[in-house]
């Protein structure tokens, strides 16, 4: 595995009873969880070229390098453990099961987005899936996710808050006092740093202290500590179904989770930090060191050598993710802008004119629609 600083190291976070539990995971799940690396993957791929022909405008950060990350934490999860994230959000929608039409029509600005076209790239919401969004405020979301934590503590529901922060957001305030609360209060909170060692132009070694041994960080809180490599999805799974467990209280004995916990993820953005960085402060050398450990090759390795699966079925399950983009890019191309009526509505919870309630989004009317039929998830088709 990697540090925090890219150096290899021998150590990886264990499971407490010694197996793995990606080892546990059926052919069918892995292949599903490679299709899900795959579709981010084409997914933003599409949304690059989307944004060069100026049908996706605003600010616009792309996930690529950093699949294995969304992909292999949420699949720790339940269904209804709340997620949350920073800006750079549109592969954790995915992951946690947004169909890609919606996103791409968020981003397109169009009516049929998960937030109505009115949020854009940077604020993916899906409540049907649990997933708080999309947060433009560096550090932002990370008070936010000790008030879901909170609010699941209060219940006494069973339930852990997963909420990723990148590497720039150690240097916020908002984390520091998070991180305070989450301890003291021993909430049900996963915080999962993605730490693709750059925040916008700064190395992590320039604007961080301590960034050789980030365990500090969750020592000054009297905190739990575990690092992965975010570039191995399995690493990824293996490391956040032990410690989400740990987080995970009983349903009414909030008092039986051994608290909050901070992860070290180490990963790497291959594109720049937004779609326009000139990216002068990394070499393309050290782009191409990285791409060789692409999260998606890796997974694909392992199937392959463990004769889990055959080139055959991955080239297939590329195509389908292929297929996927390109019916959403049609999708969200061919729906209609809002209204300017819109403009007026869903700004406040209590409305009073000018503002009305808005409708839902088209998404959640159809989870509600499902939930009526026995199941509120979406499923991609
Ligand atoms: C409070 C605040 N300060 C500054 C910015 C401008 N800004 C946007 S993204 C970013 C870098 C954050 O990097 P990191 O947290 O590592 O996330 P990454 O882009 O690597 O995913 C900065 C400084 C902001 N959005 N919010
Ligand atoms: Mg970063």
């Not at 990606?22 to 052919?27: F, K």
Request: with cysteine; hydrophobic share 35%; glycine share 8%.
């Amino acid at each position: 595995m990697t540090t925090a600083t890219g150096k290899k190291s021998s150590s990886s976070s264990q499971p407490r009873d010694g197996g793995r539990p990606s080892d546990q995971l059926d052919d069918q799940r892995l292949l599903e969880l490679l299709y899900d690396m795959m579709l981010i993957r084409r997914f933003e791929e599409r949304t690059m070229q989307s944004y060069m022909q100026q049908k996706i405008g605003g600010f616009c950060h792309i996930y690529t390098g950093q699949e294995a990350v969304a992909v292999g934490s949420i699949a720790a999860l339940r269904p209804d453990d709340p997620v949350i994230t920073a800006y750079r959000d549109h592969g954790h929608a995915l992951a946690r099961g947004m169909h890609p039409r919606y996103c791409m029509a968020e981003m397109f600005g169009k009516i049929t987005g998960c937030a109505k076209g009115k949020g854009g790239s940077m604020h993916m919401f899906d409540r049907p899936n649990e997933m708080y969004g999309g947060h433009a405020i560096v550090g932002g979301q990370c008070p936010l996710g000790v008030g879901i934590a909170f609010a699941i503590q209060y219940q006494k529901l069973d339930r852990v808050c997963l909420c990723y922060l990148g590497d720039g957001a150690l240097n916020q305030g908002a984390f520091h006092e998070a991180m305070n609360l989450a301890a003291i209060w021993k909430l049900p909170i996963v915080f999962a740093l993605e730490n693709n060692m750059y925040s916008m132009g700064t190395h992590i070694e320039r604007g961080t202290s301590a960034a050789h041994d980030l365990s500090v960080k969750a020592a000054a809180y009297d905190m739990r500590y575990a690092e992965c490599d975010g570039m191995d999805m399995c690493e990824v799974y293996d490391c956040f179904v032990d410690q989400v467990a740990r987080t995970r209280p009983d349903e009414g004995d909030p008092d039986n989770s051994e608290g909050p916990v901070l992860i070290n993820v180490v990963t790497y953005r291959y594109q720049g930090h937004s779609m326009s960085d000139p990216q002068k402060y990394r070499t393309r050398e050290e782009v191409g060191e990285k791409q060789n450990e692409d999260p998606i090759t890796t997974l694909s390795r392992q199937l392959m050598d463990q004769q889990r699966a055959t080139q055959e079925q991955l080239n297939e399950l590329d195509a389908e993710a292929k297929k996927a983009v390109l019916e959403a890019v049609k999708f969200a191309g061919d729906s209609p802008e809002p209204e300017l009526d819109e403009l007026y509505t869903d700004v406040y919870l209590e409305p009073y004119p000018p503002y009305r309630k808005g409708d839902l989004p088209q998404m959640v009317e159809e989870a509600e629609d499902r939930a009526r039929d026995g199941d509120g998830r979406q499923k991609q088709d």
